[in-house]
């Protein structure tokens, strides 16, 4: 069994509440639109312009306020109020100040680890937005290195694990979505240690690796350094 020397994070919801702020705009959306349709058919078309826009705006608020702009255009058949698009922008700049809160053990765990192993923060999204987060959490300053990247691929982790570390083999990237967190940075032979949250975004579920020597689900995230324990 390889030594573990390099541990990734992942930011929004493993180290610091995020998807809720989502959903409660998306609530506030429903409200806005009312009048048009009912609260599923929005959210249908909601994630469905998403889908679409991710490949062109990336991940964040700006492609979600974005898509928000679009769904209210469509389901009024372009006839949303301007009052109603002067809504959803504002919304989208109070997501984009909106507090940052970490998520219970997080401190504690960072603390635990910091002298034994070099910590990287991964994450992915709009870079002005998710360098706002990462400061204004506090937590940056455990962190030997913090990379943005548009998407997380079997290549991006192979690549910032050999260049802050000492390879995929010997890391350990953590996180709350399977599909970006784990499943490539399994692909690229790192270990991965699943850290669910309650509420995950649609278009980040996917099937976890039950059976993969090298995969392993944790209740919280408190519970690294036991992972840490016996993996030696």
């Not at 997080?106 to 706002?132: C, M, N, P, S």
């Not at 059976?211 to 690294?224: E, P, S």
Request: proline content about 4%; cysteine-free; aromatic content about 8%.
């Amino acid at each position: 069994m390889a030594k573990i020397t390099t541990l990734g994070f992942d930011a929004d919801d493993t180290l610091w509440h995020n998807e809720r702020v989502f959903r409660l705009t998306e609530q506030r959306f429903a409200a806005l639109l009312a009048d048009y349709t009912d609260k599923d058919h929005l959210s249908e078309r909601l994630l469905a312009a998403e889908r679409r826009n991710v490949l062109h705006y990336g991940y964040g608020v700006k492609g979600f306020t974005l898509s928000m702009i679009e769904t209210a255009i469509e389901v009024t058949d372009r006839q949303a109020p301007a009052d109603v698009i002067a809504e959803i922008l504002e919304a989208g700049r109070e997501m984009l100040g909106h507090p940052i809160d970490p998520l219970p053990h997080v401190k504690e765990t960072l603390e635990a680890v910091k002298d034994d192993y070099t910590l990287v923060l991964i994450t992915k999204g709009d870079l002005f937005d998710q360098e706002r987060k990462v400061t204004a959490s506090g937590l940056d300053v455990y962190f030997d290195a913090i990379e943005i990247v548009s998407e997380k691929t079997e290549d991006t982790y192979r690549t910032l694990f050999s260049r802050h570390g000492t390879g995929p083999g010997e890391a350990l990237m953590i996180g709350n979505s399977l599909k970006s967190d784990i499943l490539p940075a399994l692909d690229a032979g790192a270990y991965g240690a699943h850290v669910p949250h309650d509420l995950t975004w649609a278009l980040e579920n996917a099937e976890a690796p039950l059976g993969h020597d090298r995969f392993a689900r944790l209740d919280n995230i408190g519970k690294v350094p036991q992972l840490l324990a016996r993996l030696g």
